[in-house]
DNA sequence: AACGACGTCAACCGCCAGTAG
DNA sequence: ACTACTGGCGGTTGACGTCGT
């Protein structure tokens, strides 16, 4: 499903993301917010492309990202906007609120698509039979558009005030990140196999083979879907802009070298 | 049980547009 | 105008799971 972790020639990790390093994504985006994916990495401490960081945390970390099986309303919608659009995943997306534009992708070159295609098939094939005008099936997926949606899913305050996530951060214990299912609500793991021999709380299997969740993801969004509503629009999708006088000066300019860098992340006292 | 074919989907790759200098 | 850099997008890959024989 995943691929095997691999490292290129400069030495950047590649294939399957870690527990940890969702870990360190999570804490530095919901921290500082995506300011530079490209310079990220540096400074959350992972041996990853900014482009990497970008896809792992907009697919899979951020907030609100819906899991599971598509809705036939989301079906129907996918394909109505295909015919119309074509392969404008990005678009398609926005139309589905908590949905990729990477799982829109893959839903419909692993299941939709064959499907359109055996109906317009069937469809074609009782036109000639008939020989009647009859529509085509496409025809009757093809509808107007749904109104677009708000240009931001997040509601918004005017408040930029990371007090909240910060003490929330600082009482966060190792358990959050490593709980393993013995200590999970029953309703937070359901359907989810977990590999407890690990006790690294990494999702091993499950009935969808749907991977690389965790054990407490739902905690966690919770968490930031209740933080997103108190914050600003742009903390999530666009470079963050906001006052970074409260970031060490370490971590801002000039860059550090990465021996340098660990020394710095990992010096709690430059936050105190 | 073993094996190959097929399905799934996380992740990578290359290209492009926008922007700053 | 040109170059370098960045984020965003769509196409594709490949590891792993499932199914059928």
């Known amino acids: 499903m995943a691929r095997t972790p691999s490292c290129d020639k400069s030495g950047m990790r590649k294939g399957t993301w870690t527990a940890e390093e969702d870990r360190k994504l999570i804490a530095y985006v919901t921290r500082y ?22 896809l792992r945390w907009l697919n899979y970390l951020r907030p609100n990202i819906k899991r599971g099986n598509f809705t036939q309303q989301e079906e129907e919608l996918i394909i109505r906007m295909h015919n119309q659009l074509g392969n404008r995943w990005s678009v398609i997306a926005a139309e589905l609120p908590g949905r990729t534009d990477n799982e829109v992708k893959n839903h419909w070159h692993t299941s939709l698509k064959k499907r359109v295609h055996q109906k317009n098939t069937v469809s074609s094939e009782e036109t000639i ?3 009647s005008p009859a529509s085509s099936q496409i025809s009757d997926i ?12 997040f509601s918004s305050t005017a408040e930029d005030d990371f007090g909240f996530l910060d003490s929330f951060i600082e009482s966060m214990d ?3 990140w490593l709980d393993d299912l013995s200590k999970t609500p029953s309703g937070i793991v359901e359907n989810n196999i977990y590999d ?4 690294d709380g990494a999702l091993v299997s499950h009935n969808h083979s749907c991977t690389q969740s965790y ?5 966690f969004t919770s968490f930031l879907d209740a933080y997103t509503e108190s914050t600003v629009d742009s903390f999530w999708t666009h470079p963050y802009e906001g006052d970074m006088s409260h970031v060490p000066a370490q971590l801002l300019t000039p860059l550090p070298t990465e021996s340098e860098y660990f020394s710095i992340v990992y010096d709690e006292d430059i936050w105190s």
């Open 215 to 219: 054990v407490l993801d739902k905690d």
């Open 129 to 131: 039979a008939t020989k």
């Open 196 to 199: 407890t021999t690990t006790n």
């Open 174 to 176: 190792e358990s959050f």
């Open 142 to 153: 093809t509808g107007p558009l749904s109104p677009p949606s708000s240009s931001s899913e």
């Open 33 to 54: 917010g995506c300011w530079n994916w490209r310079q990220l990495p540096k400074f959350a401490g992972l041996s990853r492309c900014g482009k990497s960081c970008r």
